[in-house]
């Protein structure tokens, strides 16, 4: 149980271009889910927090009307890049909390990550 | 500003030893942790929760959790080269902003067990 998974794995665009990443929870139902950005040798990064049926909230920096994350039902979350450049090429990471359904204590579970590039 | 602090390592061991990886955590209403085991290029795997004072074994692993010091330690008994890793330790402050839970990760601690 608690499986989430991230579609696409990895993604290569061009600068200028948007790119939508989805992170779904496959064996339980999500009110929340998390939005993560890692860079190589560094911590993880948390970028903002999706509610279902309300709107993200984001962490001081970050740009919300860069990052653009919809959390339509209990299962799907997406996070849109747009317009993007090179310095956002990162690994991008989801997770989802089962304190909604399962748990009380806020355990998170992690997509596999994806992995955008900016030419 | 809540703070989760982790020696970066990396920690080097030999086969068949044990490690000892540390957390310390600055918000004392803190009341649930968390080790996450991250393999390079993959994302975090949760290994290890504990929630009371004392000790937690799963296998291999034992998480050690001292509110009073504000400490959290995993333990690593007969350490394999497969568990060579960044460990990332995570506290859940209790925030309940919005209804929801935020886990405050450590910077990780890199692991490598040489044969």
């Known amino acids: 149980g608690a499986v989430v998974s991230q579609h696409p794995s990895r993604v290569i665009c061009k600068s200028g271009t948007s790119v939508k990443i989805e992170c779904r929870s496959l064996?339980?139902?999500?009110?929340?889910m998390f939005w993560y950005r890692q860079f190589p040798k560094q911590s993880l990064m948390l970028m903002a927090t999706?509610?279902?049926?309300?709107?993200?909230?984001?962490e001081q920096g970050v740009e919300k009307d860069k990052f653009l994350i919809n959390h339509a039902s209990l299962t799907l979350s997406t996070l849109t890049v747009t317009s993007a450049h090179p310095e956002d090429s990162s690994f991008y990471i989801c997770?989802?909390?089962?304190?909604?359904?399962?748990?009380?204590?806020?355990?998170?579970?992690f997509g596999p990550g994806t992995r955008l590039t900016v030419l | 500003q809540k703070e989760v602090e982790q020696n970066s390592g990396p920690l080097s061991v030999p086969e068949g030893a044990i490690a000892s990886l540390n957390c310390t955590y600055s918000?004392?209403?803190?009341?649930?942790f968390f080790w996450y085991r991250q393999y390079s290029g993959k994302s975090p795997e949760l290994i290890m929760s504990?929630?009371?004072?004392g000790d937690k074994e799963d296998g291999r692993f034992t998480a050690q959790l001292n509110k009073a010091s504000q400490y959290v330690s995993l333990l690593i008994r007969d350490s394999q080269p497969s568990d060579s890793a960044t460990y990332l330790c995570?506290?859940?402050?209790?925030?309940?902003?919005?209804?929801?839970?935020?886990?405050?990760f450590g910077a990780g601690t890199r692991l490598a067990v040489h044969p």
């Open positions: 999706s509610n279902e049926g309300s709107k993200a909230t984001y």
């Open positions: 064996d339980f139902q999500a009110t929340t």
């Open positions: 918000d004392r209403g803190s009341q649930s």
């Open positions: 997770s989802a909390d089962l304190t909604s359904g399962r748990s009380l204590y806020g355990e998170q579970f």
């Open positions: 995570a506290v859940n402050p209790n925030e309940f902003s919005g209804g929801y839970n935020k886990l405050i």
């Open positions: 504990i929630y009371s004072n």
